[in-house]
Structures are given as C-alpha cells and as structure tokens.
C-alpha cells in the first residue's frame, strides 16, 4: 500500500429492498436509487442490490430464508462488509441476517442516524443525534453483546453477562434523560430568543433534503451555510435577517432537511429545531422541480409538516434548479397546480428578484397587522389570541386590555368570532381594526 495514500478504503455494500402488495415497483426503486444516495453520502460504495417481492414480511429474516441465502453468497462473491435494507429491521430479523451472511447489517435509519452523526457540527446537533441513536441503540444492544455467547458454559456464567447488559441498559437510559434535560433547556434558550424576534416577520425554509434551501438562504442574506451536493448536508437552524425592499423585512431560517421514511425518534428528538418551522408566519416551501420524482417529495414533506403540527401555515412553493430542466413547457403545468409558486435557479441566480417581490406580495396578502381591545373580565381570551397570532404589543387600562397582533387573515377571523362569542352578549360586537 502507498505510505503517502491515507485515505480509509470505503465500506462496500449491498443494499437490500422488498416489493410488498401494496407497493408498486417503481416506488420500490425509486427508494433505492434514495437509499444509495444515502450510502454514497456516508461514504459507503454500493456494490450491488438485492430486490423481493413477498405478500409479507418474513418474521426471522425480514426477507424469506431462501433469499437470506442468496444474500449469503452475494455479500461472499462482492467481498462486501455491510448490507443495508431500506426497512428498519427488528434487533432479531438483524441478528439472525448477520448469523446468516456474516456481515454488518444497517437499516435505513441506522444509515441516516450515521449521516446525522457524521454531518452534527454544534452541540445542539451532536445532543439530539447522540439522543436520537440511543433511543435507537436501546432495543437493539443485545446485538452489541454477542461476545457473551463465546462464555464457558455452566454454573456461574451467564449472571455476570445478564448483569452486564442490564448496567449497559441502565447507563443508556440515564444518558438519554441526561440528553433529554440538555435538549430541553437548549429549547427553553430557543424560545427566549423567538420571544425576542416576536415583532419580526418569520420565514422558515422547508423541504426535502438537497433541494438547495442553504443556497437560497446564502443568496438572500449573505449567510455562510454549509453547501454540499449531499444528502443532510445541514443539520443546524440558521436564522438571518433578509431586506427584500425598502419597506419590507423578513427573519430568515433554513432548517434540516427531509426525507422518506425518516424516524420518527429523530423528528422528536430535532423538535427544538424544527420549532423554527411550527412558529414561522410563513413557510417557504423549496422544491428540486427538476428531480423526477418531486411531486412525492412535495408529499413527504406536507406529511412531515402535519406530523410537527405546521401543516396549517401559509406556503410559498419555491421550484429551485429550473436550469436543469431539460422540458422548460412543464413549468406552466407545474405552475397551475400551484398557483402560489416561484420558479428560480439558486445556483445560477435566475429570477431571484421575482423570489423577492413574491415575498412581499405574500407578506402583504396573507398578513394584517390588527388591534384588538378585550374587557378585563374577558382576559382569559387574550392567552388564546396569543395562540393565534404574533402579539407586538400588549397594554392595560382600567377597563380593558389592548392588543396589536399580527396574523393570517384566517386567523384574524377566528378571534372576531372568539371574541364576539364571548363578550356580544346582544351588544354591538366588538370590531378588529386595521392597522
């Protein structure tokens, strides 16, 4: 080996997929062609896959015995050290597959907790993937403890290694509270500094992982975000302050990125982060229009932002890379199923004034700054305005309690009809007016 080449010989792999009755085939590879991308971003070179269509899953092998010993003699003829399913596996379809092919055996949300863990930068990443591996760590350690089957056997030794793995499991449980308490205040500290941008107009860059949301972040306020052509290349929420015109302002963020089949304990365990995303006043949705399978993108995120609980915000489609469309005629389709969409080349810089302008024009659409005043005997209402709409202001007199606020026009609406239901009476009802 050449003493001057350092670089480590990259992992070689098999990825494994199964078709089952109620997927279709191109959804199937459409998966692995993602999960090979997942691969390639860990530093792992794909050698080979391995597809099954089955009407169920195997219980032993996840895939059935016969083509567990078909991935036996693959994993044999391509030297390969790793196999990876698109599936989560159970700690038992796992360990008998490793029995079985004699190689390290991933699944997808082992791949993706090991990019998350290669990509975490700050210590608010490195907690909350430290948090989101041991959670996954936890049912699965007996596999971490296979020395203990190499034991004489006998009288006297099998307690010490049960002992063992129970101290490991109680270790592994403190950390995770430990972890739990850091992700908790370092959330506390978020919202603290969300309570102090209150008056700003909050923009969130949403979408699917390498959509180009740090570039667009980079071009609009001169930030200096990380941008790789890889998957999750950006784990950390920036937040940048974005002029847009002379009048207009906006509070920036860009947030990690999606994708299918994204576990669930790593959606938790990035709450703080994606905090940004539920408390923004609009979200600006960033679509690779160029990808083929965009439109099932668009659909993954929409499920991941009714599973955070910001599926209700206001959303500005942004269809990015339209320099690499190769048919320019699909944009007018793509345009009328979404109408309120923009069409740009981060990395070219095409049509980013019109990004701008589409900015302003939503803001001013979609956003009315209103006041508002309630009785005191009625305050109890003015925490639910709170829940409604970002309050600039709040003052007290003998009578009642005034508020400005901003919100949807929506939103607006809901707290004319809270108030008048709880304070008509017969009387006139009280009236919101515009700023």
């Known amino acids: 080996m050449d003493p001057q080449n350092t670089t480590p010989t990259p992992e070689r792999a098999i990825l494994v997929g199964v078709i089952l009755p109620r997927h279709r085939r191109w959804e199937v590879n459409e998966n692995l062609s993602e999960l090979r991308s997942l691969a390639n971003t860990a530093g792992v070179e794909v050698v080979d896959e391995l597809v099954q269509e089955r009407p169920q899953i195997d219980p032993a092998y996840f895939i059935g015995t016969g083509k567990a010993e078909e991935l036996s003699r693959m994993v044999k003829a391509e030297n390969a050290s790793t196999v990876i399913f698109d599936d989560d596996l159970s700690p038992a379809q796992a360990r008998n597959l490793e029995r079985e092919t004699g190689a390290k055996i991933i699944d997808r949300s082992g791949l993706i907790l090991d990019i998350f863990a290669q990509h975490a930068r700050t210590r608010e990443a490195r907690t909350q993937v430290e948090l989101a591996q041991l959670q996954y760590l936890l049912p699965r350690l007996t596999r971490q403890w296979s020395h203990l089957s190499r034991q004489v056997g006998g009288i006297g030794t099998k307690g010490p290694g049960e002992t063992q793995l129970e101290t490991d499991r109680r270790l592994i449980r403190k950390r995770i509270e430990t972890l739990r308490r850091d992700l908790e205040k370092i959330d506390r500290q978020r919202t603290n500094r969300r309570k102090n941008r209150k008056n700003a107009f909050r923009a969130s860059l949403i979408g699917y992982t390498n959509v180009g949301k740090s570039t667009i972040m980079n071009l609009l306020s001169g930030a200096d975000v990380l941008v790789e052509n890889q998957l999750f290349a950006t784990l950390d929420s920036t937040v940048r302050r974005v002029t847009l015109d002379a ?147 709040e003052e007290y007199s003998d009578s009642h309690v005034h508020l400005s606020f901003r919100s949807t026009l929506q939103n607006r609406e809901k707290i004319q009809r809270m108030v008048n239901a709880a304070v008509g009476d017969g009387r006139v009802p009280l009236e919101i007016a515009s700023q």
């Open 247 to 393: 009048g207009h302002e906006i509070l920036l963020s860009d947030t990690v990125g999606f994708i299918r089949k994204l576990p669930h304990h790593l959606i938790a365990s990035f709450k703080s982060t994606l905090d940004e995303t539920v408390e923004a006043d609009v979200l600006l949705h960033v679509v690779d229009v160029s990808h083929p399978a965009f439109q099932e993108q668009i659909q993954v995120v929409n499920e991941v932002l009714q599973e955070i609980g910001a599926g209700e915000k206001p959303v500005l489609m942004i269809f990015n890379k339209i320099d690499l469309l190769e048919e320019k005629a699909e944009i007018p389709a793509v345009k009328r199923q979404f109408p309120q969409s923009v069409f740009i080349s981060a990395a070219r810089q095409i049509r980013i004034e019109f990004l701008m302008k589409e900015l302003v024009e939503f803001m001013e659409q979609h956003f009315v700054e209103s006041e508002i005043a309630i009785p005191l005997k009625h305050a109890g209402l003015v925490h639910r305005v709170h829940s409604l709409a970002t309050v600039t202001a």
